[in-house]
């Protein structure tokens, strides 16, 4: 398996780093960090996150953080679609 981000999941790595640099760098850093471990995770593991039918995604709570990655997977790819803030409105099928 190999884990790959589309333009959108990317994108929201990046805002989510970019808003935390702000209050501290060293936190974002370490939510950065916590992220892609999770991701990570997925090569050996690529069910382990919660299935999401009505998305058509599965979704991986990443530890310790308010941050939920989505993704699905496709042959021998993991595709990451997006990774939001659980803090923040729900998510609904045209957002994944």
Do not use: C
Request: proline share 6%.
């Amino acid at each position: 398996m190999k884990v790959r981000y589309t333009p959108e999941a990317v994108g929201d790595l990046h805002n989510i780093g970019a808003y935390l640099i702000q209050r501290s760098p060293a936190a974002a850093a370490a939510v950065e960090h916590a992220i892609i471990a999770a991701v990570d995770h997925l090569v050996r593991f690529p069910r382990m996150g919660r299935d999401r039918p009505e998305l058509g995604v599965r979704a991986l709570g990443i530890p310790r953080q308010p941050y939920t990655a989505y993704y699905r997977i496709e042959g021998d790819e993991i595709w990451i679609v997006h990774i939001r803030d659980g803090r923040r409105r729900q998510v609904e099928q045209g957002d994944v």
